[in-house]
């Protein structure tokens, strides 16, 4: 199988709630110097997804990894290849910048169809910043495939079709299909594998391709923010009130007890 | 698409019954339709519905498609957009709602990207801009720290909406409303996956997400053990769910589907309380909608505290049985 695992360099989703700031006048957030950027966490769980038919047959199965962005850090976005994926293509320029779901499958699928040949592609159910979940479904409709979101295991099965569980709200269901297709990965089917030093020092020797606009048959005028198909109207953080009454007594049980009447006093249960 | 009138609401059918969320996208859509002082369609996609249409002009539709048909027993994209290509073609709506649930998150996209235009995931609020007549959606973005107002140039406009955020309409029996089949031609060469079958993990008891209380158990739990011991007991005593951030659901301590989160189930209990919970905005994007939030945790600085009305630091493994013990005395 030719697999592609479309990757998104984001800020890290485990920093902390306070370290969080937005420049409100230009609709994004600011990166505080402390929050580093990594693979965004589903993406990784979609590498692993490839990987694991990589895993059955080496030689029959090939990973080409994609990433869009701009001024993108090379550890980071190697670092699917250093797990085990065979190529990476960075969309790379300033001019990719700013774009929507829309913008960005807009590009992806144009890079895609240069590479050309393709049986699964691979995306993580949402990235991390705008947990939007729509570029994995819409870049199946722009290339005419079907997609199954929100998997927790893919595998191939006879017939190269490839059997999927998606997750629903309460259980799963068991979906066939035919390639090409797209599968968007959920955190269900369990962590990524970490990068070994073997394949790392492999992944250093790889030089990615990189494509700019024009070189997928774009306009800059056709990627990124000019791209858009929705606009933002105002971006702003939600002023918390912070009002925590703590309880506190003697000895954490005493504390205990106390919350429980204060509960009751305030009808609360 | 400049004569595009009107709202589409997606709704959703389980056993022949309406879901709560569809009648909660219908009071929304109504809202917005009374603005716009137009009409509101609802499609009903699945099979064996019984009377899921009346129930929908119940809660707010004008009119109510119903595609009833053996072939869409099951979701599947593939089957259920060319039921959504000919009921956009006829209806020709401005806005098309759906809710943000697993059939919602996958259409939604795919719907509006044939279409040409982008969708807007998971709003808590949506509102007509009077001087365009374009909707205004607000969702939660980077995690929940931030909130984002989203608007387009183009028709129609297509959002899902956040379960629990939006109020459904009181339901009215006597509300006028068309219900009519809707046939599709489905064609066979169009869908490429099958289900092969639809597995459900019952959870033993109340439901998270139904649940008037629940009791959160996270990372600083340890181990599966708590889960059902002391978190259990105390549900018990409160007559409420156990549920779990994403940690002990990744750490296969506890069943995925009792997740509370962003991208696990949304709670609105009239109390949460939450124990060895950090307090992620992953997490409370999952239980903000909660009446009053309790965080029982160690350190002071956890997050948890900055949400909560209530909070008591300590060890959960002193507090939460001290606590249980004096609810029971208190409650009896």
């Given amino acids: 199988m030719n697999m592609i695992v479309c990757c998104k360099q984001v800020l890290d989703p485990e920093a902390a709630p306070s370290t969080f700031k937005l420049d409100a006048a230009n609709n994004r957030m600011v990166q505080p110097p402390e929050v580093k950027p990594v693979v965004n966490p589903y993406d990784e769980q979609a590498v692993e997804a490839a990987l694991r038919i990589k895993d059955k047959d080496k030689a029959a199965n090939k990973i080409t990894i994609i990433s869009l962005g701009n001024n993108l850090a090379r550890d980071v976005v190697k670092k699917p290849l250093s797990m085990g994926a065979d190529e990476l293509i960075l969309l790379e320029d300033p001019a990719f910048e700013g774009g929507d779901s829309y913008a960005v499958a807009s590009a992806l699928a144009a890079a895609i169809k240069k590479v050309g040949q393709f049986d699964l592609i691979f995306c993580g159910r949402q990235e991390s910043e705008w947990d939007d979940g729509q570029v994995g479904s819409g870049l199946a409709e722009m290339l005419g495939i079907p997609s199954i979101t929100v998997a927790k295991k893919a595998e191939v099965v006879d017939g190269g079709k490839v059997k999927v569980e998606r997750v629903t709200a309460d259980g799963y269901q068991v979906l066939e299909v035919s390639t090409p297709a797209l599968i968007t990965v959920s955190n269900e089917l369990g962590e990524a594998r970490y990068a070994t030093l073997k394949g790392i020092m492999a992944a250093s020797k790889k030089q990615p391709v990189v494509w700019k606009p024009a070189d997928i048959g774009l306009d800059a005028g056709k990627v990124g923010a000019a791209a858009r198909k929705s606009k933002i109207v105002k971006l702003f953080q939600p002023v918390k009130e912070g009002k925590c009454d703590i309880v506190s007594a003697d000895s954490p049980a005493e504390a205990a007890s106390l919350l429980a009447q204060k509960l009751r006093e305030n009808k609360v249960i | 698409m400049a004569d595009n009138k009107g709202i589409l609401v997606v709704g959703e059918v389980a056993e022949g019954k309406l879901l709560p969320i569809t009648s909660e996208v219908l ?271 160690k350190d002071p600085e956890a997050n948890i505290f900055k949400e909560a009305r209530f909070g008591v630091v300590g060890d959960w493994k002193v507090i939460v049985p001290a606590f249980t013990a004096k609810v029971k005395e208190l409650v009896q």
């Fill in chain 2, 27 to 297: 009071g929304a859509g109504r809202r917005l339709a009374d603005e716009l002082k137009e009409q509101v369609t609802c499609i009903l996609i699945g099979e064996k519905m019984g009377d899921a249409g009346k129930a929908a002009v119940a809660a707010g539709a004008d009119k109510v498609l119903v595609a009833d048909d053996a072939q869409l027993k099951d979701y599947e994209n593939g089957t259920y957009m060319q039921v959504m290509d000919k009921a956009v073609a006829e209806v020709a709506p401005r806005i098309i709602l759906m809710g943000q649930t697993s059939n919602g998150r996958d259409l939604a996209p795919r719907l509006a990207f044939k279409l040409g235009v982008s969708a807007v995931m998971d709003c808590l609020e949506l509102a007509i801009d009077p001087a365009t007549k374009f909707m205004h959606c607000t969702r939660p973005v980077y995690g929940g720290n931030a909130k984002a107002i989203f608007t387009a140039e183009a028709l129609p406009q297509i959002a899902t909406v956040r379960v629990k955020a939006s109020s459904p309409i009181a339901p009215d029996a006597g509300r006028a409303g068309e219900v009519v089949a809707f046939a599709v031609a489905l064609d066979a060469a169009k869908i490429k996956a099958k289900v092969l079958e639809t597995v459900k993990e019952e959870v033993a008891g109340i439901k998270v997400e139904d649940a008037a209380v629940v009791i959160g158990g996270g990372r600083g739990v340890g181990g599966p053990e708590p889960f059902q011991k002391e978190l259990a007991e105390l549900a018990k005593v409160l007559k409420g769910a156990v549920g779990a951030s994403r940690p002990p659901c990744d750490n296969k301590w506890v069943p995925d589907s009792i997740q509370i989160g962003l991208t696990g189930k949304i709670i609105a209990p009239e109390l949460y309380i939450a124990v060895a919970i950090s307090g992620s905005s992953q997490h409370m994007s999952g239980c903000s909608g909660a009446k009053c939030i309790v965080a029982i945790n």
